[in-house]
Each structure stands twice: as C-alpha cells, then as structure tokens.
C-alpha cells in the first residue's frame, strides 16, 4: 500500500535524482533536462492531489524506485506515480500534464516484464497506474464479451466467470493470474486459445486523449453504447483501434473483450520432433491446417530449453551461466523425456468436431510424428495413477508429466496459472522469486509460417546468442494462420554488468540479421523500450 505523504518533500527528492542522468543498456543517455521548474512542478503536484487524492500521488523515493524496477539492471524512474479511480480522474490529469509538457505513460498492471516492464522510456516521466480502475463493468453470456476496465487482472476475470458459473471462457497468456487484459492487447501479446490473437478480439474501446477528450472507437460513444459497438469492432471510416496498439498516444481506460462460448470439449494434442526435417514438415503441416481452420488455436512449437525451461530440477544440474553444450542438451533431453522440438495445441468443439479434427491431425503428420491427444480426465486419471499407485520410476517420471501437462492444459482451458513465470527463472533464479529481479530480454521476430523460413531464422539467431553466452530458449507460435511470432528470450543475472551489456549487443546483434531475413520483432523489448 502507498503511504500519504507531502508533496512538499517533492523538491528535495527531485534535487536529488532527477537532476541526475541513467544510462540503460540498449539505450543512449536518458537525461531529464526538459522538466519544469520546480516551483512549477510543485504547483502542479498540487493540482493533481486535487483530481485524485493526495495518497495517489506517489512521489516518494522508494514508490519511484519500486516503478523504476526492471528486467534490466536499470530501469527508467519516474517523477511521479499517479493513481486514478475513474475516466473522470484520467480525463482532468491528461490537460495538466500536457500543459505542463510532461513526458507520461500509461499501465494497466504493469507487469510487462521483458518488454519494458512498468517504466517509460524516459526518466522523469509521468506514470499512470491504472491498477485501481478494476471494475468488471458487464459480462454478457449472451453475446459473449465482457467490458472491462484497464486494472482488470487476467485472475480477476477468471475468478468473476467461475463465481458466476459462466458458459463462457476466456483467453490466457503465460504471464500469470496478476497481468492485465487490457495492457497485454495493447501490447498485441498472445495466448493460447482459439482466442488466442487477442488484439483481434476486442472492440469499443473507451479513451482518452492528451488534451483529456473521451472517445470511444468503433461506434461506441461516450452516453450511449448501442450493444452493436461490442460486437463490431468498426465504426465507419478508419478506425483508431490499431492506433492505439503499441503506441502510447492516448489512456485507454476500457474495453470489451470477446469470450469464447465454453465448449463441450478440449483436446490438447502433443507431437515431438526429433530431426530438421522433421520440425520444417510439420510447421508446414501446421500452417495448412491453420488456414484451413482444422486447428484454430495458437499451437506453440517449443525448443527443447523452452520446453525443459520451468523444471528447476533438471536445469539445477547446470549451474552457472555457461552456453549448454550439445551432449548436456542430449542429456537433458533424455531426462526430460523431451525431443529437440515439442510442438503442442489444442482442439476445441463438440466430441465429433474434436474427434474429426483429431483424425485430420493425424492423417497430416503420418510420416512426420506421432500426436499424442490428452483431455482433463487423463489428466485426472494419471494424477489418480501418481497418488494411488506405488511409486515404482515409470510413476515418478509420470508425476512431473502430469503436473506439467496439467499447467499447459490450464492454458488451453482459460485458466491462468502462476506455473509458467517459472520458465523466466532459466539458467538463473534471483533469491526473491519475482521475475523483476531476473535479467530477461524478449527478443520476438516475426516469420511466414512456412518450414525452411523458420529454420533459416532460428539457425541464423541461435549461434549468436550462443557466442555471446546465451542459451536460447524458442516457441514458434502460429498466432495467425500464415505467420508465427518466434520468442526467444535472453535471461541472465541482471546485477552481472558484463552479462547485461552482453544482452543488449546480443539483441541488437539477433534484431539487425532477423530484419535482414524479412522478419522484424513484433513487440519492442525492454531494450528498446
Ligand atoms: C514468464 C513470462 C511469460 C509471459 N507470457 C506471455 C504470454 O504468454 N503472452 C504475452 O503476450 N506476454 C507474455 N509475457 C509478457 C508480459 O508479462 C505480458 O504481456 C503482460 O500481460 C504485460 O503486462 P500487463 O498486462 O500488466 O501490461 P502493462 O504492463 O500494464 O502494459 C503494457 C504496455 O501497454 C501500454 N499500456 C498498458 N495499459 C495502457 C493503457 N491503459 N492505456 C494506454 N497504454 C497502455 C503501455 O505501453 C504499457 O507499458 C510473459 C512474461 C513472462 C515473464
């Protein structure tokens, strides 16, 4: 919880670090030299106190240094944290902060870790934090959405569907139950489920300008939303929708975000890859069944290291920050039962939609390899197995099947789970447990779903990561029917200065020859950020 305090202490705190300049890995020297006076600064801390409350002003020291955390030695710090409570609050803080010229940025959780985490790109920024804005505004069983505000978590909606034993379910990603909804659309991230391209699956939002204008886009309007801007993300003429992505022009401070009907089933099917040729035939595979909606949702294609990323007990064997070598990747594989790549989605419909699209499945991996298909009650039926049965070595190695099994089937069913933050703790785990403490840069390019393309892009990124000391975990991900994004991710101890600097040449290094292959980032990383 945040402390009231004065804002008369301002000045001195200002005096002491926003004078000062921060030099961020990836990044030239942020330097904080356009900020007001500070007789004009306290004016307008005044100002703001008066829109949002005195306790939502957060210009203490260690407020600020808390936002300035990130998943790189350092991250930006900010003037001040604001914290409004309503479209009301937002709407009256745009003005001032404009007229006052200040730098600012906007979050929903900010829990973008990787991607820039909660900071602005520039020190002395104002942030807003929309955290309190929380309200679950309307769920629609009818027609399938719920309007949320921008502080929504991902556990919050869920827990709000189970506690209203909703027919519907919604879409997930990995980054855990405390993420928002809101900022990761914003961000265009992506889950799991056929919902999975989720900056596809919203509409109307509701926002406001730097000049502190309401707007909604589509045909939503500021008194009166007709249920048609819901369900039909365009207006007439362009909308602003796409704008507002990845660009920080404006607070988007609601949206209505589509659900998925629950279906009567879900499959999750599983394949391994053992060879080269093995992995481009069955990206091929994939993509035609995309485009022909056999399979709809975001199947994820995991190199071994992603794959055995989260299970601290296998990695514990290799200490250290050394590039693995290729008989310790062997090994590991063997232990983890797993193949070079692992490629996993899921089916959802009735049980003869599913069925048939079980058989499609297998009819176009005959000579590639073998899918496994898996439902909720195997996975009852193994952890039954795990708990009754005598702990004979097969049932060992069963038990951390179906725990894993169990926490991606959690992905494929809309349930966010904090399991998979575990995988950001690869190769190093920080005392603490919170991701924030980690060194970790995403690096996401984006490649046509066509075998020999993703290949040639993974040959070409992996040895550089190798030479600068990385290891690198990859997941292929058909996030729509004709392209993949691939993340790879750089994880390191962010107190070693070596190793981060080593991160941000890496990055650049990987971003310059990926963009050569015609496959740019389709994020920006907490690099560039
Ligand atoms: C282990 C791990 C797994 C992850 N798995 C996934 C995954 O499966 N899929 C995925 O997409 N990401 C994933 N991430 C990345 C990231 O954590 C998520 O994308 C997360 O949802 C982003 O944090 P947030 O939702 O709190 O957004 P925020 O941090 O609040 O927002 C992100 C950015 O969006 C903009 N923004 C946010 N809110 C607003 C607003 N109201 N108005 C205007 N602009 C705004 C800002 O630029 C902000 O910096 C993962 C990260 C980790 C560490």
């Known amino acids: 919880m945040s402390q009231p305090h004065s804002s008369n202490d301002y000045p001195a705190v200002a005096g002491e670090d926003m004078q000062s300049s921060v030099v961020k890995p990836g990044l030239g020297k942020a330097t904080t030299s356009g900020l007001p006076s500070r007789p004009a600064i306290t004016t307008l801390l005044r100002k703001l106190a008066g829109v949002v409350g005195q306790q939502h002003v957060l210009t203490q020291r260690a407020s600020r240094e808390q936002y300035a955390k990130s998943t790189l030695p350092q991250g930006t710090t900010p003037l001040v944290i604001l914290r409004p409570d309503s479209l009301l609050q937002v709407s009256r803080i745009m003005p001032l902060l404009s007229e006052a010229g200040l730098a600012w940025k906007a979050i929903s959780r900010g829990k973008n870790w990787g991607y820039g985490d909660a900071c602005a790109s520039q020190d002395g920024a104002v942030i807003l934090d929309l955290g309190r804005m929380n309200q679950i505004v309307e769920i629609n069983e009818e027609l399938g959405y719920a309007v949320i505000e921008a502080g929504v978590s991902q556990g919050q909606l869920y827990q709000e569907l189970q506690r209203r034993k909703s027919a519907l379910m919604m879409d997930v990603t990995g980054a855990g139950p405390d993420a928002s909804i809101v900022g990761n659309v914003l961000q265009r991230g992506f ?27 589509g045909f939503g309007k500021q008194f009166f939303e007709p249920d048609v801007a819901h369900v039909y993300p365009n207006g007439r003429g362009p909308n602003p929708q796409g704008m507002l992505q990845q660009s920080d022009l404006a607070v988007v401070t609601r949206m209505t975000v589509w659900l998925m009907p629950r279906p009567d089933e879900i499959s999750g099917f599983a394949f391994r890859l053992q060879t080269p040729e093995q992995f481009q035939q069955a990206v091929n595979a994939v993509g035609q069944l995309r485009q022909r909606g056999t399979i709809d949702s975001v199947v994820h294609f995991a190199n071994d290291l992603r794959t055995l990323s989260s299970r601290r007990e296998l990695m514990a064997q290799f200490p250290g920050d050394e590039v693995l070598t290729a008989s310790d990747r062997n090994s590991l594989r063997d232990q983890g039962k797993v193949a070079p ?11 003869q939609e599913v069925k048939a699209k079980r058989a499609a499945i297998r009819a176009a991996f005959r000579g590639i390899s073998k899918p496994i298909f898996f439902s909720k009650r195997h996975l009852a039926l193994t952890a039954w197995a795990v708990d009754h049965l005598p702990p004979i070595n097969a049932l060992k190695r069963l038990r951390h099947l179906q725990h894993t099994m169990t926490d991606v089937f959690d992905l494929l069913s809309g349930v966010p789970s904090k399991a998979h933050l575990e995988g950001a703790f690869f190769r190093h785990r920080p005392e603490s447990g919170q991701v924030q403490d980690v060194g970790l840069v995403w690096f996401a390019p984006v490649v046509p779903m066509r075998g020999p393309d993703v290949s040639q892009l993974i040959e070409a990124i992996e040895p550089i990561a190798n030479r600068y000391g990385f290891d690198l975990p990859v997941t292929v991900s058909p996030v729509v029917a004709r392209a993949a994004v691939c993340v790879t991710n750089l994880s390191f101890d962010k107190n070693d200065d070596l190793k981060a600097k080593q991160a941000a040449a890496c990055y650049r290094e990987m971003k310059a020859v990926a963009e050569s292959l015609g496959c740019p980032v389709y994020r920006s990383s907490s690099i560039e950020v």
Not at 197 to 209: E, F, G, I, L, P
Not at 341 to 349: D, E, H, K, Q, V
């Open 341 to 351: 790549w692992n490629a996993l989605g899921g089916l959802y419909g009735t049980h």
């Open 191 to 217: 889950g799991h489920t056929p919902y999975g391209d989720r900056s596809s699956k919203v509409s109307n939002y509701q926002y406001v300008t730097p000049d502190g204008k309401v707007l909604h886009t």
